[in-house]
Structure formats: structure tokens, C-alpha cells
């Protein structure tokens, strides 16, 4: 098509040039004849400028530009059969890092364990102390054997020292030193029986050592009699030991 506007443009101007150059021989031109041409010059020259503006403009960028269009017979278009023939671009995957193994000569960190804050921190209420049982009520009462106390101390007196054992003596026809006063809770809490038994044979000790510092041992074992007493006073809870002698 290009091609075509071209060459009409070109007979155009050939033909308008040839009317020119037939006449200007033949003819002088009047001033009259003169002003009738001027105006048909100017209408081929606005032709002429027409037919210009409608071809296409000659680029100048080079072949070896970027920009430069290629031609149509130029351009490779690949065939289904080249398309088939390509391969594929193919992704390059890239390489990982190996997995070092754990030897055994790493050592195996502790795992830290985490401090728990202030609001974590529950206060744990403290166990109530478990109630001491409640004490046993003190020992009270007439609840040791009387009779049992004297025989014991008795027998003691006779093997120990050798004195006679007179039943018969009482408070009102015999001598007897100070004895002992004990309580009941403090005999329960030292043996209770065996405590008043050992309380007897004490006097008995205290009794002898007491007339041997003024007569001697030989002299009181030869002519002393002994007899040992108890009795419980409820008013005070006590048991009082006494050893008569004459």
C-alpha cells in the first residue's frame, strides 16, 4: 500500500513538471496569463504537500539500533515442531545445607527451665499444724498399794541393815525423823509404784545414817527396830513416808 501512494505521488509530480517545461518555450506569458497560472502553481504545490504529508516517513535508526523494528520477513517465528523439539527451561533448585549429625561428643544442654514470674507464684497455704493430743489428765487419788510399799520396805531394812522389824510400833510409842511428801501425778509420771516402793527404801537409808552418825552403825543394827509407814492425804494428793524406830 505504501508502495502504491508512493508511486502515484511520483507520476503526479513527474506530470505537473513536464506541463511546466513544455510551455515555457512556446509562450511569454502576459500579466495576465501570469496571475491565472500563479494560483494553479499554488494548487499543485498544496498537492505536492499533501501528497508529502501522506507518505511514510523514512526512519533513520540504524539496524544495529535497539530500537529499530525488524522487518516482517525477518522475524523467527518457531514451528511446532522446532517448540516440541526445545526443552523446556528447567528450574535450578538450589542446593540445601547437609544435616550435621549429632555426635556424641556434643554436649547435651540443659534445657532452661523458666523462672516463674510474680503473678505465676501461687502462695501455697500452709498446712495447719495437727493438734497435740491432748495431755492425760494427772494421776490423782488413793491408786498405789499401802500395804505393799511397807512390806517392801520392811524387807529392805532387815536384809540392808540388819535391824528387827517390829509391826507393833506406831507414831505414839516410837521415834521417827521427818519423812516425804510425793504426789501422785509425780509418782505417775516416775514410775508410779515402784516410785512410792523406792520412796519407802530412801527413808529407810536416810533413817539409819541418821541414829549411825550418833551411835555408830554396829550399835543401831544390834538394838533398832524399824517399822515403815504410808498413808495418802487427799487434802494435798500425796503419799507420806515415814519410818519409826525404837
Do not use: H
Not at 511446532?80 to 526445545?86: G, H, L, P, Y
Not at 537409808?205 to 543401831?220: H, I, K, Q, Y
Request: glycine content about 4%.
Amino acid at each position: 500500500m505504501k508502495r502504491t501512494i508512493f508511486c502515484v505521488a511520483l507520476t503526479l509530480c513527474a506530470a505537473m513538471l513536464a506541463g511546466c517545461a513544455v510551455q515555457a518555450p512556446d509562450r511569454v506569458q502576459s500579466p495576465i496569463s501570469a496571475q491565472t497560472e500563479l494560483p494553479q502553481m499554488r494548487k499543485a504545490d498544496d498537492a505536492a504537500e499533501i501528497v508529502t504529508a501522506l507518505l511514510p516517513q523514512k526512519e533513520e535508526k540504524t539496524e544495529d539500533s535497539a530500537d529499530a523494528l525488524l522487518p516482517v520477513e525477518q522475524v523467527d517465528t518457531p514451528t511446532d515442531t522446532e517448540a516440541e523439539k526445545r526443552p523446556a527451561p528447567t528450574e535450578t533448585a538450589q542446593p540445601t545445607a547437609p544435616e550435621q549429625p549429632i555426635t556424641s561428643e556434643q554436649p547435651v544442654m540443659p534445657t532452661p527451665v523458666p523462672v516463674p514470674t510474680e503473678e505465676q507464684e501461687q502462695t501455697v497455704p500452709k498446712a495447719a499444724p495437727e493438734p497435740e493430743p491432748a495431755p492425760k489428765p494427772a494421776a490423782s487419788g488413793n491408786i498405789y498399794s499401802i500395804a505393799e510399799a511397807i512390806r517392801v520396805g520392811n524387807e529392805y531394812a532387815r536384809a540392808q541393815y540388819g535391824v528387827t522389824i517390829d509391826t507393833s510400833m506406831t507414831a505414839a510409842n516410837s521415834s521417827f525423823f521427818p519423812g516425804t511428801a510425793d504426789s501422785v501425778a509425780w509418782l505417775a509420771e516416775n514410775g508410779g509404784q515402784a516410785a512410792l516402793t523406792a520412796a519407802v527404801k530412801g527413808n529407810v537409808d536416810a533413817t539409819f545414817a541418821c541414829l549411825a552418825a550418833m551411835d555408830g552403825a554396829e550399835t543401831v543394827s544390834a538394838y533398832a527396830r524399824f517399822n515403815c509407814t504410808v498413808r495418802y492425804d487427799a487434802a494435798s494428793d500425796e503419799y507420806i513416808v515415814v519410818v519409826l524406830y525404837g
